[in-house]
């Protein structure tokens, strides 16, 4: 199961099927996990239920950046595209492509009701139409300059992603390849909208 990252005060989103669109992708860097350091990335997703203020539930999930076979990111990369990876796929996959990609999301609560959390991803049905993002879609890969999207963040967020990031450029100042499929791009800028969807999209997977 997966966790959404949730504050003290906050709305729950009802429990049920939604669909979704992936509206972040942040590289978080070194994170401190319960199985040690780990490089992270951080992908949120709006759902097509509003809160009170007529603004998406926002769906997150953070994950260590790894595509092996018992990886949490390629499980649900996986159920979300309907189909495995291929091994050319494997070789080389560029995350940035998940960003603005439509899916269905199973949203459960905890068993004490405090907690909305994640409890499965999927593809659209057939005849299902995307969810259209509310928010501009954000990317972030690299510590921040001058970079506007960077203080869409929370206070927090912005914390973890600029302490994870600069762990992470130490740990790999004495390497000269990125052993991780994050890309390695120093732009902040947001990725050009998904285009408009495919008549046959039933028939094609996300990404």
């Not at 951080?42 to 999930?61: K, Y």
């Not at 076979?69 to 796929?89: N, P, S, V």
């Not at 100042?173 to 969807?197: G, I, L, R, W």
């Amino acid at each position: 199961m997966l966790v959404a990252e949730t504050s003290g005060d906050y709305e729950l989103a009802p429990v049920g099927v939604y669909r979704a669109v992936c509206t972040r992708l942040l590289n978080m860097g070194i994170q401190e996990t319960n199985y040690g350091d780990k490089h992270q990335i951080h992908l949120a997703f709006e759902i097509d239920e509003n809160m009170a203020d007529d603004r998406p539930f926002l769906m997150m999930q953070n994950y260590t950046v790894s595509l092996n076979q018992k990886a949490r990111l390629r499980k649900d990369l996986e159920a979300w595209r309907g189909r495995a990876f291929t091994g050319e796929e494997l070789q080389g996959f560029d995350l940035k492509t998940v960003l603005g990609k439509p899916l269905q999301i199973s949203v459960v609560h905890s068993e004490d009701g405090k907690y909305a959390n994640i409890g499965a991803m999927m593809p659209l049905g057939r005849g299902q139409q995307p969810l259209a993002p509310a928010a501009e879609l954000l990317y972030i890969n690299s510590l921040p300059e001058d970079n506007s999207s960077f203080e869409l963040l929370s206070e927090r967020m912005k914390d973890r992603v600029e302490a994870g990031l600069k762990r992470f450029n130490e740990s790999m100042s004495s390497m000269s390849v990125h052993p991780d499929p994050m890309p390695s791009t120093k732009s902040f800028q947001a990725p050009p909208p998904p285009p408009p969807p495919s008549a046959d999209l039933d028939d094609e997977i996300p990404f």
